[in-house]
């Protein structure tokens, strides 16, 4: 585990003694708490898609899309405030495809980005295509339990993959819990139109989400009373939610 990352961590994790592991360098903080149900489910689905991912969503979304998915991803991420040296938390990072829309202006490599998942096979394709293009630590865990200290970063997002997690409260809490006082946070997925459409149409992802529902009313629901700023925008004709928010 490389210093930076271990400085982030809560303290129980700093110790010497602590027993974990690494895979291909990923620190696995994986709690058995959370990997049941529905993350268990989703986490087994994006292993076995990690490695074919980003060709697949490339090719589909062009055909489908053209370049809306990704105006809708510039978008998104245009949307938080990104500074050189600023230290940045993205919980459900994937193959990390949304950090490729980073500002322009902003030098990439002065950013300190830790990038979370619950899917150890998406964050090796993800250090795979980025480890020598930033300053970025992977971590395997579950967004219902980060395991960095509260207020620790300043940039804190999530795009894609809430709509079915286990505890959507709890991870939304999380990512306020580690986010430092002021930080504008983002939450952002599919709509319940788009998952009818895409997902449970795609040959690849339909038989996960069979007989499933989401309502957004479940992510609103959950973020708490006291937020500052509260938005909520839908993006890429009505393809995707954005919620922003400030600690």
Not at 164 to 179: G, P, S, T, Y
């Given at each position: 585990m490389d210093n930076r990352l271990k400085k982030r961590l809560k303290v129980e994790y700093q110790k010497e003694d602590f027993n974990y592991k690494e895979v291909d360098g990923i620190p696995i903080f994986l709690n058995d708490k959370y990997v049941s149900g529905d993350n268990q489910k989703y986490m087994k689905m994006y292993d076995w898609m990690s490695k074919g991912y980003d060709l697949a969503e490339t090719i589909v979304g062009k055909l489908k899309y053209g370049n809306g998915i990704n105006n809708m991803r510039s978008e998104n991420i245009s949307k938080l405030e990104w500074r050189d040296y600023c230290s940045v938390l993205y919980v459900s990072i994937g193959t990390g495809k949304n950090l490729e829309f980073i500002p322009k202006m902003i030098n990439k490599k002065k950013l300190d980005i830790v990038g979370a998942d619950i899917s150890l096979g998406m964050l090796k394709k993800c250090k795979k295509k980025f480890n020598k293009q930033l300053n970025l630590s992977l971590i395997n865990c579950c967004a219902e339990d980060l395991p960095f200290k509260d207020n620790e970063f300043d940039i804190v997002f999530h795009v894609g993959g809430i709509n079915?997690?286990?505890?959507?409260?709890?991870?939304?809490?999380?990512?306020?819990?580690?986010?430092k006082q002021n930080t504008k946070i983002l939450i952002a997925d599919e709509t319940a139109d788009y998952i009818e459409k895409q997902y449970k149409k795609s040959k690849l992802s339909k038989k996960y989400y069979q007989g499933v529902t989401f309502d957004f009313k479940d992510i609103s629901s959950a973020i708490p009373n006291g937020v500052k700023e509260l938005q909520t925008e839908l993006l890429g004709e009505n393809k995707f939610y954005c919620i922003t928010f400030r600690k």
């Open positions: 079915f997690f286990n505890d959507k409260a709890l991870a939304i809490q999380e990512m306020i819990r580690v986010a």
